[in-house]
């Protein structure tokens, strides 16, 4: 009875060393700082030199507007696959996703992190966003892992209704059609 009760105790010591060892990591782990529109925007203001990624798509880029002087590098294309809700399918070599929706299929921008070194030193401030901060976050998370050491993601992106447009911030426009290049237009396909 007794060696049973010390073999419990000697198990439960295990799993607490082993569970506050992951809890260290985990907190020890380095993910990007998360920051209102508004906060992004008087960073901006305190910081021009601050390095400016949208990572949404070159089409939602030039026609739904952008923040000035931001620099886009997708993080994901469309390609001309429909996917069904749930439908899982590959968006990286090895990465299985399910669709979150009814949507064209995407897939992860395999250069973006090779556009972000030729745009940023590891060193640089950099603000990431994209539409609602769904891609940003992944995409900040990335840089983050890759050694840069001072990338926001702006939460609530350009669109939602707590991002860059709902607080009223300064958005510019690109509505020249022959501007846009037809690699990134994907028209689904037509019976």
Known sequence: ????????????????????????????????????????SEMIAKNPAIKIIDVRTQTEFQFQGYIKGAYNIPYWFMTKKFMLKDQEFEYAPGEMMKAPM??????????????????????????????????SAKAADEMVKAGY????????????DKGWKAAKLPVEYMLKVQNLDPKYVYQPDRP
């Open 149 to 160: 050491k001072d990338v926001v993601n702006m939460v609530g992106g350009l669109e939602e």
């Open 1 to 40: 009875m007794r060696s049973l009760k010390r073999l419990m105790m000697m198990a439960m010591a295990i799993m607490i060393i082993a569970f506050s060892r992951d809890v260290l990591w985990a907190a020890d782990a380095k993910m990007a700082e998360n920051m209102s529109a508004q906060e992004v």
């Open 102 to 135: 009814n949507r064209y299929q995407f897939i992860k921008n395999q250069d973006f992190m090779m556009y972000v070194k030729e745009l940023a030193k590891p060193d640089d401030a950099v603000v990431v966003y994209c539409g609602t901060s769904t891609r």
